[in-house]
């Protein structure tokens, strides 16, 4: 085979087309003359809605990669902004992306054009947030244990004496009811110091094997009972292939309880709350000293009522919840149990639509 041939034409345009990064190809006339799938689908555009455009029309709302190809052609030099580019395509959520443009030559060294290559970094941004929130929670969870200590010892002392004034009190005293109150509420601050405590508390996960069915299908039995007045369609959807993984099964069954007990708690009357598991064999995360481990998606999405994206930050905030009852500490709790597990937790909501909790976990044995 030489170089240079038809096959090689043909094998250079199967690597350019299977790329998972964004490829197109733009010559001197300033027109889309190669549009590679992947690019197709950052732009929610067709080949036939592509090749043979002007780039200029067809990224006409994309003012920073006009910047960078415009640069490219009169420099007759590389540029990229790895950082700063979101591709708007409504009515989807605009997509982070890297940007390279760099010019083609001819073999006499001529330009005829520039190629312009995409990256997604949206997965990236995901993992970014994650240890953001991860170092906020870190943060809070030292300051949380400092606060438990110094308020657990003044709580135990009124507790004891409203139970010894409740003691010296005759059966039939009005003044029993107030103790009574002082007794349940100093119990319920406890409760919330406990929660908080759980964030600074340094446990390391007791790993053993989980199977991830078993423990999801036991906490839908238990939703279902406790949801019986409202007409909640509990929908299990596991991938049978997922063998058990290195977990503590302790921490990960609060984990899905908080996420599904919240999910049908999302819905007022009639709904549906679908758990899935699948491997998401496109993702790799490495660890420090192993192998790079494949990763498992919990994904747990309702119908409720859902919330608005500024919100999405705020709901992992302790002490903030969109609910009219509650600490606000389950989701911080459970951020914390998913990065003790070396994984991450993802939210998308759409109000009026519902809810999904994407939780993604390392597939370690």
Do not use: W
Not at 29 to 54: D, H, K, T, Y
Not at 220 to 225: G, K, R
Not at 246 to 271: M, P, S, Y
Request: some cysteine; glycine content about 8%.
């Amino acid at each position: 085979m030489k170089k240079g041939g038809p096959a090689d034409t043909q094998l250079y345009a199967r690597l350019l087309e299977n790329l998972d990064d964004g490829v197109a190809a733009i010559d001197r006339g300033g027109r889309i003359v190669f549009f590679n799938p992947a690019a197709q689908a950052f732009f929610r555009l067709s080949e036939r809605q592509s090749v043979g455009q002007s780039y200029q029309s067809l990224f006409a709302s994309q003012k920073q990669l006009l910047y960078l190809i415009h640069a490219a052609v009169e420099s007759g030099r590389s540029i990229s902004d790895h950082e700063n580019i979101l591709l708007q395509r409504p009515p989807s959520t605009p997509l982070p992306v890297s940007a390279s443009v760099a010019p083609i030559f001819t073999n006499h060294g001529e330009q005829e054009g520039v190629v312009l290559i995409l990256r997604d970094l949206s997965r990236v941004c995901e993992l970014e947030e994650a240890v953001r929130r991860a170092d906020r929670l870190s943060m809070l969870g030292t300051l949380a244990a400092g606060l438990a200590h110094e308020i657990k010892n003044p709580l135990g002392g009124i507790k004891g004496a409203a139970q010894l004034l409740d003691m010296e009190l005759v059966e039939q005293s009005a003044l029993k009811e107030y103790t009574r109150i002082m007794v349940r509420e100093v119990e319920r601050v406890n409760g919330i110091i406990e929660e908080l405590m759980d964030l600074a508390r340094p446990r390391p996960p007791q790993l053993a094997p989980v199977n991830l069915a078993k423990v999801l299908g036991d906490i839908v039995l238990l939703q279902q009972e406790a949801h019986r007045g409202k007409k909640i369609d509990f929908v299990l959807n596991f991938d049978p292939s997922i063998p058990p993984i290195c977990g503590d099964e302790n921490l990960l069954t609060r984990l899905f309880l908080n996420l599904i007990k919240n999910a049908a708690e999302a819905i007022d009357c009639v709904g549906r709350v679908e758990i899935a598991t699948r491997v998401a064999s496109e993702y790799l995360l490495n660890q420090p000293g192993s192998r790079p481990a494949p990763v498992i998606v919990i994904e747990i999405k309702d119908t409720g009522k859902g919330f608005p994206p500024e919100e999405i930050d705020r709901v992992f905030t302790p002490f903030y919840t969109t609910k009219g009852h509650g600490s606000g500490l389950g989701l911080a709790i459970c951020q914390k149990i998913v990065g003790e597990h070396k994984g991450f937790l993802k939210v998308e909501s759409t109000p009026g639509e519902g809810t999904v909790f994407a939780v993604s976990l390392p597939f370690l044995r």
